[in-house]
C-alpha cells in the first residue's frame, strides 16, 4: 500500500508558473511508474503525464513543452512543474502509482491521491 498526497496548487493567472508535489508514503515511490491526471468541471480524468522507475517521461500533447514530470526518490516525491499555465489547464490535478510502464490509462493506476486544484484565470 502506499498514500499519496498532493500539494501546491492554488489560483494564478495564465503564463503564470506552478509546481505541484506528490508525496508517497507506506510504500517507496522508487517502485512505482508515477503518474499525474486531471480533472475538469464536468469532464472526465484525463492523463497528463507519467514516470517510470528510471526517468523516462510521456506527455499528453497539450501540455508537452510546457509540463515537466520529475521525481526525487530519496524525497520519496513526484513533482509536476507547469509553466505558461494557460485557462484550460484549471482543473482537480491527482498523483498515482501504477507498475505499468508508462501508461496512460487509469485503470492502470492502483493509488491516488485525494487531489490539488489548479485555476488558472485572468
Known amino acids: 500500500q502506499v498514500q499519496l498526497v498532493e500539494s501546491g496548487g492554488g489560483l494564478v493567472q495564465p503564463g503564470d508558473s506552478l509546481r505541484l508535489s506528490c508525496l508517497a508514503s507506506g510504500r517507496t515511490v522508487s517502485g512505482y511508474v508515477m503518474g499525474w491526471f486531471r480533472q475538469a468541471p464536468g469532464r472526465e480524468r484525463e492523463f497528463v503525464t507519467t514516470i517510470s522507475r528510471d526517468g523516462a517521461t510521456f506527455y499528453t500533447a497539450s501540455v508537452k513543452g510546457r509540463f515537466t514530470i520529475s521525481r526525487d526518490n530519496a524525497k520519496n516525491t513526484v513533482y509536476l512543474q507547469m509553466n505558461s499555465l494557460k485557462p484550460e489547464d484549471t482543473a482537480v490535478y491527482y498523483c498515482?502509482?501504477?507498475?505499468?510502464?508508462?501508461?496512460?490509462?487509469?485503470?492502470?493506476?492502483?493509488?491516488w491521491g485525494q487531489g490539488t486544484q489548479v485555476t488558472v484565470s485572468s
Open positions: 498515482a502509482a501504477t507498475s505499468v510502464y508508462l501508461s496512460s490509462r487509469s485503470l492502470d493506476y492502483s493509488y
